[in-house]
């Protein structure tokens, strides 16, 4: 998880979602949280050991904690772009989103990642441990994000789309 950690990103179902995996899964899974703010403590009771909160880090650490995960998660209430889903994909990491609209235009369901309904905790349990239980699949997914991020949302592609608006909006002059 990468963001700031507050209700309207999604912490609380996250956590409930983990716990519930944790219940449920054979497998040992670890929640890595990056960003300001501070896990509410009644969320994490039980699970000290399995979640590592970071805190703020530098680019350089996030990069290195990108590639080192085995998915993002990104189960935010609101976002009009989640710039972190680009930064999973840059290093092919597939992303487990909250169905909001402005995701699902940059989220392909099962291709590139994973959506879930936002708040369904139940839900987001069950697209991890469906990433952490067949990890060719995920590797796909990443693969498939990370194509997408160098296809349209590399700066230069992204500049390319802006200067084409502006040669245009100079022709209809």
């Known amino acids: 998880f990468i963001g700031r950690k507050e209700l309207y990103k999604g912490i609380g179902t996250l956590f409930q979602a983990c716990q519930e995996l944790?219940?449920?899964?054979?497998?040992?899974?670890?929640?890595?949280?990056?960003?300001?703010?501070?896990a509410p403590p009644s969320a994490v009771q039980g699970l000290d050991e399995a979640i590592f909160d970071l805190g703020q880090v530098d680019h350089a650490t996030k990069v290195l904690a990108l590639n080192a995960c085995d998915c993002l998660v990104f189960p935010s209430r609101s976002e009009s772009f989640g710039i972190v889903i680009l930064e999973a994909w840059a290093v092919a990491k597939p992303v487990v989103v909250t169905r909001l609209q402005p995701t699902q235009e940059i989220v392909t369901d099962n291709e590139d990642g994973l959506l879930f309904e936002m708040g369904n905790a139940a839900q987001?349990?069950?697209?991890l441990d469906r990433l952490a239980a067949d990890p060719d699949?995920?590797?796909?997914?990443?693969?498939?994000?990370q194509r997408k991020f160098l296809e349209c949302?590399?700066?230069?592609?992204?500049?390319e789309r802006v200067q084409g608006v502006y040669d245009a909006l100079v022709r209809r002059k």
Do not use: D, F
Not at 22 to 38: C, T
């Open 22 to 38: 944790w219940r449920s899964s054979k497998k040992k899974h670890q929640l890595v949280l990056i960003g300001p703010g501070e």
């Open 124 to 127: 987001l349990a069950k697209a």
């Open 137 to 145: 699949v995920a590797t796909h997914m990443g693969q498939n994000g």
């Open 153 to 159: 949302y590399t700066s230069s592609v992204m500049a």
